[in-house]
T-cell receptor, first 110, second 117 residues
Framework: DAKTTQPTSMDCAEGRAANLPCNHSTISGNEYVYWYRQIHSQGPQYIIH???NNETNEMASLIITEDRKSSTLILPHATLRDTAVYYC???????????FGTGTRLTVIP | GAVVSQHPSWVICKSGTSVKIECRSLDFQATTMFWYRQFPKQSLMLMATSNEGSKATYEQGVEKDKFLINHASLTLSTLTVTSAHPEDSSFYIC?????????????FGEGSRLTVL
């Protein structure tokens, strides 16, 4: 699986959009981009995933660049409950499991 | 979304005892489940892959005789930490794979915090 690079930490004001970047320059054609988050002392929570088209669900939007070497997770209106560590993971069709990097610690500030 | 449940959510035990943690997929069948371990302020580390009806596959450096995994049904996998010691104290998390779009989705349990005295 391709390696990902994320900033260690970010702050976001409550009510504003949180934009979390992820670089995955070595991603291959059959690898998907997954985003999970982990709130303190809980298991990871699935957010969204995509291959090459932008995706949106009730939690977030995922914007993948045309060359697929990077992506951005967007939380449109961050709340205090969105404070968590966000993991960007790339995973191929043949891969069963997920390998977690260090993620981005997002702190939503009142 | 799909629900994966772990039990117990926390456990305290004496050194030398064994502890069993259960992982259940509540609304889907999972032929494959995964066990992770997470130490404080660190990321999740995959320990083993649990396959229904067959032996688990362990990651390098994980002792299979210490961390016994049983996946007897399509909705239940168990992790038993045998002869636990204080260094085994950690947050143990399971995940289950639900077949679906693309590579299928992985859903995680709430985690089980083990403290060995």
């Amino acid at each position: 699986d391709a390696k990902t690079t994320q900033p260690t930490s970010m702050d976001c004001a409550e009510g504003r959009a949180a934009n979390l970047p992820c670089n995955h320059s070595t991603i291959s054609g059959n690898e998907y981009v997954y985003w999970y988050r982990q709130i303190h002392s809980q298991g990871p929570q699935y957010i969204i995933h995509g291959l090459k088209n932008n995706e949106t669900n009730e939690m977030a939007s995922l914007i993948i660049t045309e060359d697929r070497k990077s992506s951005t997770l967007i939380l449109p209106h961050a709340t205090l409950r969105d404070t968590a560590v966000y993991y960007c993971i790339v995973r191929g069709t043949g891969a069963n499991n997920l390998f977690f990097g260090t993620g981005t610690r997002l702190t939503v500030i009142p | 979304g799909a629900v994966v449940s772990q039990h117990p959510s926390w456990v305290i035990c004496k050194s030398g005892t064994s502890v069993k943690i259960e992982c259940r997929s509540l609304d889907f069948q999972a032929t494959t489940m995964f066990w992770y371990r997470q130490f404080p302020k660190q990321s999740l580390m995959l320990m083993a892959t649990s396959n229904e009806g067959s032996k688990a596959t362990y990651e390098q450096g994980v002792e299979k005789d210490k961390f016994l995994i049983n996946h007897a049904s399509l909705t239940l996998s168990t992790l038993t930490v045998t002869s636990a010691h204080p260094e085994d104290s950690s947050f143990y998390i399971c995940s289950a794979r639900r077949e679906g779009r693309g590579t299928g989705e992985l859903f995680f349990g709430e985690g089980s915090r083990l403290t060995v005295l």
